[in-house]
Nanobody, 119 residues
Framework: QLQAFGGGLVQPGGSLRLSCAAS????????ISWFRQAPGKDREGVACMRSTGHTRYYEDSMRGRFTISRDNAENTVTLQKNRLKPDDTAVYYC??????????????WGQGTLVTVSS
């Protein structure tokens, strides 16, 4: 029902744009969050956007490098990632918060997309 895509191999300092698309339901009433999980590490939050457009970035290091946005007409949420670092290598997932709070609980986890930052 949720599908994240757009991952791939990118060099350090490069950019990548991830998208999250939903089928069978619309995203415009949900908060949508991006999480990531690096090899051997716990899953961590990246960014979240409520239906109002209010955004939350879970770490200061992501603010300014990552930008979350949504296109209700296309029923997608995107994560623009700039100035990528090797530490950004992870599987990226999108998920919904039916309470529209960016606090969870999270529902409808999508299949992740792998981002590899390497020279």
């Amino acid at each position: 029902q949720l599908q994240a895509f757009g991952g791939g191999l990118v060099q350090p300092g490069g950019s990548l744009r991830l998208s999250c698309a939903a089928s069978e339901f619309t995203l415009d009433h949900y908060a949508i969050s991006w999480f990531r999980q690096a090899p051997g590490k716990d899953r961590e939050g990246v960014a979240c956007m409520r239906s109002t457009g209010h955004t939350r970035y879970y770490e200061d290091s992501m603010r300014g490098r990552f930008t979350i946005s949504r296109d209700n007409a296309e029923n997608t949420v995107t994560l623009q990632k700039n100035r990528l670092k090797p530490d950004d290598t992870a599987v990226y997932y999108c998920t919904t918060d039916p309470h529209d709070s960016c606090l969870g609980p999270w529902a409808y986890w999508g299949q992740g997309t792998l981002v590899t930052v390497s020279s």
